[in-house]
């Protein structure tokens, strides 16, 4: 069973950048494909971004390109959301998520993920 943890969110101005962080503990995440969604307020989950087994490729939602950032450490075993140019609209709770089966295609939505942390608020306002 695998665990995962976000940090790194918190209360910003807009145009503000953060860096969520989304550690797993009883296995490792090399080899396997993670996302990240978020939920804001009175709206459904949506995908946000997502990075390849391998970390050669990387998704993301058009509402997200070029402001936000997917990277992964293997040797750390964590994930990083980098966000940028932050608006309002980014409010939200983050989550990462990881898929069950090694070397699986990326997948934009909620069903592809097996395991999910417990969210970090990102609340972006002025």
């Known amino acids: 069973q695998v665990q995962l943890v976000e940090s790194g969110g918190g209360l910003v101005q807009p145009g503000d950048s953060l860096r969520l962080s989304c550690a797993a503990s009883g296995r490792t995440f090399t080899g396997y494909t993670v996302g990240w969604f978020r939920r804001a307020p009175g709206k459904e989950r949506e995908f946000v971004a997502a990075i390849s087994w391998s970390g050669g490729s990387t998704y993301y939602a058009d509402s997200v390109k070029g402001r936000f950032t997917i990277s992964r450490d293997n040797t750390r075993n964590t994930v990083y959301l980098q966000m940028h140019i932050l608006k309002p609209e980014d409010t939200a709770v983050y989550y990462c998520?990881?898929?069950?089966?090694?070397?699986?295609?990326?997948?934009?939505?909620?069903?592809?993920?097996?395991?999910w942390g417990q969210g970090t608020q990102v609340t972006v306002s002025s």
């Open positions: 998520a990881v898929q069950g089966t090694p070397f699986g295609l990326t997948g934009r939505g909620p069903e592809s993920y097996d395991y």
